[in-house]
């Protein structure tokens, strides 16, 4: 059975709770690759040497996970340009002065 609509939510993890398996893995994986590291690098080395294409390919794919992607952010922009000349400004500002 659904929740009815407008009713509010009841158990699960509050707003804000951290997920307890994310920073356990993570940093399980920065240990695996701090002591691996040279490793890595040859393995790296290595692909590049088989097939440069699959190399940039696990590159890639490595940043992505690694490297934050950025969001294209789009909006529009209406400009509405009143031109003044000077004869304006000064009939303008003569009006100011003597309001007769």
Do not use: C, H
């Not at 997920?19 to 890595?40: A, G, H, I, W």
């Not at 952010?73 to 000064?90: C, M, P, W, Y």
Request: charged letters at 35%; zero cysteines; aromatic letters at 8%.
């Amino acid at each position: 059975m659904t929740r009815p609509k407008g009713t509010p939510k009841t158990g699960g993890r509050k707003k804000g709770t951290p997920n307890k398996v994310s920073p356990t893995l993570r940093k399980r994986y920065q240990e695996y690759m701090e002591t691996n590291y040279d490793k890595f690098i040859a393995a790296m080395d290595d692909l590049y040497k088989e097939s440069p294409k699959d190399f940039v390919k696990a590159w890639n794919d490595m940043s992505n996970k690694v490297i934050p992607t950025l969001q294209s952010v789009s909006g529009e922009l209406e400009v509405q340009e009143k031109r003044i000349t000077i004869a304006d400004k000064l009939k303008e500002l003569a009006e100011a002065a003597n309001p007769f």
